[in-house]
């Protein structure tokens, strides 16, 4: 069972919310993960990391939309008021035992 | 403002070597872990590489082991990769990133919090 686990695929209205998931498997459930969003044809980039307790730090500059939370061994990332520029790949990524260990992405599409 | 500004890259046949680099600025280089990724076509992120602050320890995926080595120059805030042996699946972008790091509970916690821009790399003959 992989560390981390993303669903592919994910699609909302442009305007609405949507929250993206990252589970950990059990063992992990207390780890912090960062996301990443990566946009076509361009690198990736820094959104948040989210700490087992729910506190979440974001990247410099990442818009207020985008916000982090815990339950579980889920860590989730929201985006409210979706917009066109956020129809991208987004990665959650951990480090586990001198390995880092990336989920296999969420392509959301803004509808 | 943190800058991570990659070169190298480029086309190598099977079984040859090259060197990527990763120049930084906008931070104290040598007080951050710093780490490798990779991005086959079409495919989604995969580890490839850390090393810590000093150089003294680095981590690879199994499937570089033996075969890439990381380095750091903390005197030229600088980070490479030296590639050999490569192999067509090596075929990828490459992404240098800077990983913050904390000791607690009894284990590192790391993650990506930069990236550089990524080059090219293409085994192929």
């Known amino acids: 069972q992989p560390v981390v686990t993303q669903s592919s695929s994910a699609s909302a209205s442009l305007g609405s919310p949507v929250k993206l998931t990252c589970t950990l498997n059990?063992?992990?459930?207390?780890?912090?993960i960062a996301w990443h969003q990566q946009q076509p044809g361009k690198a990736p980039q820094f959104l948040m990391k989210i700490e087992g307790s729910g506190n979440y730090i974001k990247g410099g500059g990442v818009p207020d939309r985008f916000s982090g939370s815990t339950s579980g061994a889920d860590r989730y990332l929201t985006i409210s008021n979706l917009q066109f520029e956020d129809e991208a790949d987004y990665y959650c990524?951990?480090?586990?035992?001198?390995?880092?260990?990336f989920g296999g992405g969420t392509r959301l599409t803004v509808l | 403002e943190v800058q991570l500004v990659q070169s190298g890259g480029g086309l190598v046949q099977p079984g040859g070597s090259l060197r990527l680099s990763c120049a930084t600025s906008g931070f104290i280089f040598s007080r951050y872990w710093m780490t490798w990724a990779r991005q086959s076509p079409g495919k989604g992120l995969e580890w490839v590489a850390t090393?810590?602050?000093?150089?003294?320890?680095?981590y690879y995926v199994d499937s570089v082991k033996g075969r890439f080595t990381i380095s750091r120059d903390n005197a030229k805030d600088s980070l490479s990769l030296q590639m050999s042996s490569l192999r067509p699946e090596d075929t990828a972008v490459y992404y240098c990133g800077r990983a913050p790091h904390r000791y607690e509970n009894n284990r590192w916690y790391l993650h990506f919090d930069s990236w550089g821009q990524g080059t090219l790399v293409t085994v192929s003959s």
């Open positions: 090393i810590k602050v000093d150089g003294s320890e680095a």
């Open positions: 059990s063992g992990h459930s207390d780890y912090s």
């Open positions: 990524e951990t480090w586990d035992r001198n390995v880092f260990i």
